[in-house]
Nanobody, 119 residues
Framework: QVQLVVSGGGLVQPGGSLRLSCAVS????????MDWLRQAPGKQRELVAS???????TYADSVKGRFTISRDNAKNTVYLEMSSLKPEDTADYYC?????????????WGQGTQVTVSS
């Protein structure tokens, strides 16, 4: 069984910074793509950033230059460094990962963590 545990999030003032972490655990893991998505109230879930096993990254236009996704393959952990936060970044943030566990494909989600940007 693959589990994703998210930490970080909270309340921050506009212009502030936050760091999210997501640790993937399970036996026989080979994690491929790791993503961060977010869902604001009344809106659809959107992809924020994605990182491949080799470190290639993609970002939503709305966060380019402000957010940085990174990963530690030895720890099967993905991070999202968020800076210059804006009120419109307020949302529930979710971690997602896919890969193999003992050669069996998995596609798993972590629990959401709330990020609120407000003065």
């Amino acid at each position: 069984q693959v589990q994703l545990v998210v930490s970080g999030g909270g309340l921050v003032q506009p212009g502030g910074s936050l760091r999210l972490s997501c640790a993937v655990s399970g036996r026989g893991l080979s994690v491929n793509v790791m993503d961060w998505l977010r869902q604001a109230p009344g809106k659809q879930r959107e992809l924020v950033a994605s990182i491949g096993r080799g470190g290639s990254t993609t970002y939503a236009d709305s966060v380019k230059g402000r957010f940085t996704i990174s990963r530690d393959n030895a720890k099967n952990t993905v991070y999202l460094e968020m800076s210059s936060l804006k009120p419109e970044d307020t949302a529930d943030y979710y971690c997602h990962a896919n890969g193999l566990t003992f050669s069996v494909p998995f596609n798993s989600w972590g629990q959401g963590t709330q990020v609120t940007v407000s003065s």
